[in-house]
């Protein structure tokens, strides 16, 4: 499943309306570390409204919480149920307790996936090169 770093709501949507058109499914992830400057909130609020406005699309979460355990756990408990949490593996692993009892995971590292940059508005094509390209 191709994954794309989204930094606004407009790259969310064409994600989503590019993965729905083609019935593909998509990675959405935010940029490293986003969690700790832009909130879980934030970005929950993001995916959930690009959903609503693609909701045949089939998607997968991810929010980049960089090392801090205290904000993979607020994430947990907003709703999100994919992370990606660096740092000491203890405390990844007592996350990943937490995580696994609301059916989510807990990643060290973030899978590979392609960045549009915060700045890049038209990137439709781009993304659905990249959705036929992972066939």
């Known amino acids: 499943m191709p994954a794309i770093i989204f930094h606004n709501l ?6 989503l309306a590019a993965a729905s058109e083609r019935d593909r499914p998509v990675t959405l992830l935010t ?25 045949k699309a089939a998607c997968r979460a991810i929010l980049d919480c960089g090392d801090d ?3 993979a756990q607020m994430a947990l408990s907003l709703g999100w149920r994919g992370l990606v949490l660096r740092g000491k ?3 990844r ?3 990943q307790q ?15 996936a392609w960045d549009p940059g915060a700045d890049a ?15």
């Open 121 to 135: 508005i038209h990137i439709t094509v781009q993304i659905d090169d990249l959705l036929a390209a992972d066939k």
């Open 93 to 95: 692993a007592k996350v």
């Open 10 to 15: 407009h790259q969310a949507e064409c994600a």
């Open 31 to 55: 940029a490293p570390g986003a969690a700790a400057y832009g909130g879980p909130g934030y970005y929950l609020a993001m995916v959930e409204a690009a959903q609503a406005r693609h909701p």
């Open 69 to 71: 355990g205290a904000l």
């Open 98 to 112: 937490i995580a696994k009892a609301h059916g989510g995971e807990v990643l060290a590292r973030p899978p590979r």
């Open 89 to 91: 593996s203890a405390v």
